[in-house]
């Protein structure tokens, strides 16, 4: 995969603001996926949160809010930030 071979190769820290928001290693995630699997976030969190809620209370009956959200590691710790 092109994309495990650049980050092997390439180990750097990347920080980058998109859509106005902080992402550590571009947006880039292997924590909560299967080996050797990268994930990228979705376009609208709002949207993605907004479905999920909708599901739930169909299956469920019961009014859940739903946050999207990530850990950024940074140089001196990580931060949780709601998406």
Same mark, same amino acid.
């Given at each position: ?11 750097y820290f990347f920080i980058v603001l998109k859509e106005g928001m902080l992402? +550590?290693? +571009?947006?880039?995630? +292997? +924590? ?6 990268? =994930? ?7 949207? =993605? ?17 739903? =946050?999207?959200?990530d850990t950024e590691l940074f140089s001196r710790g990580s931060i949780d930030?709601?998406?």
């Amino acid at each position: 995969m092109l994309l495990k071979k650049l980050i092997d190769e390439y180990p750097y820290f990347f920080i980058v603001l998109k859509e106005g928001m902080l992402w +550590s290693d +571009s947006g880039i995630d +292997s +924590s909560n996926a299967p080996p050797e699997t990268y =994930v990228i976030p979705p376009r609208n969190h709002n949207e =993605v949160a907004r479905r999920i809620h909708e599901k739930i209370r169909e299956l469920t009956g019961k009014y859940i809010p739903v =946050v999207i959200c990530d850990t950024e590691l940074f140089s001196r710790g990580s931060i949780d930030f709601a998406r």
